[in-house]
């Protein structure tokens, strides 16, 4: 197991791929902290070009709950799609560069790599996730945003973490399918039918029932009407997540690699 | 009797109406170089992925080194190497990383077994060189290497020589030879059929799926039709005059008449006198035979 986390490791440290992740989510926190920065003072940044004469931005106060809110939501949607593409280049890659055969007759057991490239992926994912707290926190304090409460901040920041470790589970049938269709569109039409679908879903009121769903209704992105996901809605996450594992594990060690 | 290294019985797989290898049963001993020859589409990749356990039979069962080749079962790949189909590798990894990366995934630590097989394999310019970034016969070589990194007991090799030039071919070849005589034992499939004559101690023909046809490359020339080939100035004469002594000939174009009789073959000088005889003597006498594409397309129908 180890062997395979390590090679796992090489594979990712090598390519370029974390590093544009890494550039997503640091845009990520730069749009969130130029919307503060807008929300500030609006007759500023108009005359500073940010925005248009007539424009206007509603939708919160310019404060650390509202900033924290917004990465949290930001995670939900962006974290799903770039989250879910790491899971597609993570897999998805041993098909597109015919390298799966490599990894099937070995001492270590296939479902020992499909286990490492999981941990791989979420261990990226906390990276990220890391990242776009500090980052968030640097650019919050550099902008002087009001409402600092330990208790405020203690809450965004674990928000933000359980969205994001939700939203890691729910890319575990990206992987799946990545596997299953032995390359990256498979798994790109997958990821982007359930954020389509979460979206659809979660404005009909049904969100609570569809897991893709439930990381938007539990940051606050559907608004203040919507339900809350409740055990049931954190319940299906766990299980999309173990399922879109388990599944991949199953396809790995018993599926007909004939390509 | 040492157990054979693979043991395949009734081999079967089917893709819906599709039969892509059909009751296929093997019996490799250790130490050989068994060759599976086949048109494309004849089931040889799927056979060597069964093999591998890469592909399930629908049907029959396999036995690698001593065990049961199934899912889940993975202990024995660690005697074993192999190459299927095209090389491949990661494009960005350099042949040094790319070659850690399965002696990793195979146990292996240190650098030695690296080393060793780079230098093998003649990869030493491009060692640290990415993979993305190697010409056809590098990257088979590569292929090789991985193959070759724990020092396996047995090869199973997807057509070995794709790619390389001549010289590579003949080098792979030594290579193999070299392994097969200090015991590791080899499966390997090749459409070059003068490499596999030249290779192989044992050689099944598979077409269609089947396994039509097994033979030991020391009785390879028993299987091989023979021909005298006669050129003569005067062919209507020498014609008549081989007919009339009893033998069967057949006219060609230009000059040449082709005896196909066990006497002929066996005994050219008669033929030399009959012809002398009738005053037209011969100019070019020679014994031909199938070569193994010949021999191969007669064997399977084509």
Redesign the interface.
């Known amino acids: 197991m180890i ?2 986390l ?2 796992e490791f ?2 990712a440290r ?3 791929v974390p590093w544009v992740t890494v550039l997503a989510f640091t845009v990520v926190s730069l749009v969130g902290g130029l919307f503060m920065f807008i929300l500030q003072d609006q007759g500023r940044a108009r005359s500073l070009g940010l925005i248009g004469t007539k424009a206007a931005l509603v939708g919160g106060e310019a404060d650390w709950p509202t900033y924290l809110s917004f990465l949290a939501q930001t995670t939900a949607v962006g974290g799903m799609i770039v989250f879910g593409l790491v899971e597609i280049w993570v897999f998805g890659r041993e098909f597109s ?3 799966a ?11 020992a ?1 499909v286990t490492a490239k999981f941990a791989v992926v979420a261990l990226w994912c906390l990276v990220l996730s890391v990242q776009l707290l500090v980052l968030g926190l640097v650019i919050g304090t550099a902008l002087g945003l009001p409402g600092w409460s330990t208790g405020t901040v203690l809450t965004g920041l674990l928000q933000i973490g359980a969205v994001a470790v939700m939203t890691v589970l729910l890319t575990t049938p990206v992987a799946f399918a990545a596997s299953a269709g032995r390359g990256y569109l498979p798994g790109v039409g997958v990821l982007i039918a359930a954020v389509f679908c979460a979206q659809i879903i979660a404005a009909l009121g049904y969100g609570q029932y569809f897991p893709w769903s439930v990381p938007a209704l539990f940051s606050g992105l559907a608004g203040p009407g919507q339900p809350s996901p409740g055990a049931l809605g954190f319940a299906l996450v766990a299980l999309v997540g173990a399922a879109g594992a388990a599944g991949t594990a199953l396809w790995w ?2 599926a ?3 390509r | 009797m040492t157990e054979p290294v693979i043991v395949a019985k009734g081999l079967t797989k089917s893709y819906g109406d599709v039969t892509a290898v059909d009751d296929l049963s093997l019996e490799i001993s250790a130490g050989e170089i068994y060759a599976l020859l086949g048109l494309n589409g004849a089931g040889k990749t ?1 056979t060597i ?1 069964m093999l ?5 039979p629908t049907s029959g069962s396999v036995t690698v080194l001593g065990a049961a080749v199934r ?2 079962a ?2 024995m ?2 005697r ?1 190497g ?1 190459l ?3 090389p ?6 350099t042949v040094v ?1 790319n070659l ?3 002696a ?4 292996l630590r240190g650098h030695r077994q690296v080393d060793d097989v780079i230098t093998r394999l003649r990869l030493t310019r491009y060692a640290r060189n990415r993979a993305g970034t190697l010409s056809l016969g590098n990257a088979q070589r590569l292929g090789l290497a ?1 193959a070759l990194l724990h020092q396996p007991d047995l090869l199973i090799l997807d057509e070995p020589a794709n790619g390389l030039d001549p010289a590579g071919v003949a080098e792979i070849r030594s290579l193999l030879v070299e392994l097969s005589l200090q015991g590791v034992t080899v499966v390997l499939s090749s459409h070059i059929l003068t490499e596999v004559a030249r290779l192989a101690t044992r050689v099944g023909v598979i077409d269609q799926g089947r396994l039509v046809r097994e033979i030991a490359s020391n009785h390879l020339a028993e299987h091989v039709r023979q021909r005298l080939s006669v050129s003569v100035r005067d062919h209507a004469a020498a014609s008549k005059a081989l007919s009339a002594a009893g033998f069967h000939a057949i006219r060609t174009d230009g000059d040449q008449i082709l005896l196909t009789d066990f006497r002929a073959v066996a005994e050219p000088e008669h033929v030399v006198t009959v012809l002398v005889a009738a005053g037209c003597p011969p100019y070019r006498l020679v014994v031909e035979e199938d070569d193994l594409e010949t021999f191969f397309l007669r064997v399977v129908g084509a």
């Open positions: 062997d395979a390590m090679t090489l594979k090598r390519s370029r560069q015919r390298t055969k490599d990894l099937l007759a070995l001492p270590t057991s296939r479902v790599i060690r018993s007909d690699h004939d | 799927t992925r591998l356990g890469m592909v399930r899912p889940g993975h202990a790949w660690s074993v192999y299927v189909e095209t491949a590798a990661y494009p960005e990894l990383e850690m990366v399965a990793r995934l195979r146990g991985k």
